[in-house]
C-alpha cells in the first residue's frame, strides 16, 4: 500500500491569505485527489490532480479558488487562496492505484 | 444530495461483542464500496472493499454484506476490540474510469468500545 504525507499538518491563517499544501507519495500512483472535511461533515471530492495537465474540479469547487499541481506522479500541491473563515477544514490528499485509494493524514487549516 | 448514507451517528458496543455498522446509497451507477477507519488527527485509513458482483467478502474480524437490491451494505466487526474505537466511513464509486477514485463518502459512525 501506498503511504502520503501531506505538509503542513495543520496551520492557522488570516482571512485574505492563501496557504500551500503539499502531498507526497512514496510510490507511484495512477490517480491523485483531493477531499475537504469540513467541521461534523464528510469528506468530499475538490479535485482530480492530473499530471502535468490542468486539474479536473467538482461541481462547486474552481481552480481560482483552489489551484492544484501534480508535476510528477509522486507529487500534488492544493492551493487555498484568499481563504475566509468557511475554508476552515481539513484538507485530505489521496492516492489511488487498482482497487485501493489511500489517504494522507490532512491538513488542517484554521482561518481566523 | 446525499448518495450515501450512514444513518447512525454513532454506535456504542461491548468489547468481545459484535459491531454492525449500516450505509444506504442512491445512485445505482455504483459499483464498489469501501470501508474506511479514521482515528482523530490521521487521514482514512482503508478497512475493506466489496465489488457489486459479490454479496460478501471477508478480512480477520471484518465482514461487509452487500444487499444490491437494497442498496445497503453493512460491515461487521466480531469481536469488537477498543482499539476498532473510531469513525467509520462508508464509500462508494461508480462504474466509469473517469470515476475512478472519485469515493462518495457518508457522514460516518462514531463507533465507541467499552471494555
Known amino acids: 500500500s501506498a503511504v502520503i504525507s501531506q505538509k503542513p499538518s495543520r496551520d492557522i491563517c488570516q482571512r485574505g491569505t492563501s496557504l500551500t499544501i503539499q502531498c507526497q507519495v512514496d510510490s507511484q500512483v495512477t490517480m491523485m485527489f483531493w477531499y475537504r472535511q469540513q467541521p461534523g461533515q464528510s469528506l468530499t471530492l475538490i479535485a482530480t490532480?492530473?499530471?502535468?495537465?490542468?486539474?479536473?474540479?467538482e461541481s462547486g469547487f474552481v481552480i481560482d479558488k483552489f489551484p492544484i499541481s501534480r508535476p510528477n506522479l509522486t507529487f500534488s500541491t492544493l492551493t487555498v487562496s484568499n481563504m475566509s473563515p468557511e475554508d476552515s477544514s481539513i484538507y485530505l490528499c489521496s492516492g489511488s492505484g487498482g482497487n485501493e485509494q489511500f489517504f494522507g493524514p490532512g491538513t488542517r487549516l484554521t482561518v481566523l | 444530495d446525499q448518495q450515501v448514507k450512514q444513518n447512525s451517528p454513532s454506535l456504542s458496543v461491548q468489547e468481545g461483542r459484535i459491531s454492525i455498522l449500516n450505509c444506504d446509497y442512491t445512485?445505482?451507477?455504483?459499483?464498489?464500496f469501501l470501508w474506511y477507519k479514521k482515528y482523530p488527527a490521521e487521514g482514512p485509513t482503508f478497512l475493506i472493499s466489496?465489488?457489486?458482483?459479490?454479496d460478501k467478502n471477508e478480512d480477520g474480524r471484518f465482514t461487509v454484506f452487500l444487499n444490491k437490491s437494497a442498496k445497503h451494505l453493512s460491515l461487521h466487526i466480531v469481536p469488537s476490540q477498543p482499539g476498532d474505537s473510531a469513525v467509520y466511513f462508508c464509500?462508494?464509486?461508480?462504474?466509469?474510469?473517469?470515476?475512478?477514485?472519485?469515493?462518495?463518502f457518508g457522514a460516518g459512525t462514531q463507533v465507541v468500545v467499552t471494555p
Open positions: 445512485n445505482s451507477m455504483f459499483d464498489y
Open positions: 466489496i465489488s457489486s458482483i459479490k
Open positions: 490532480a492530473n499530471q502535468g495537465s490542468e486539474a479536473t474540479y
Open positions: 464509500a462508494a464509486r461508480k462504474a466509469s474510469t473517469d470515476s475512478w477514485g472519485k469515493l462518495q
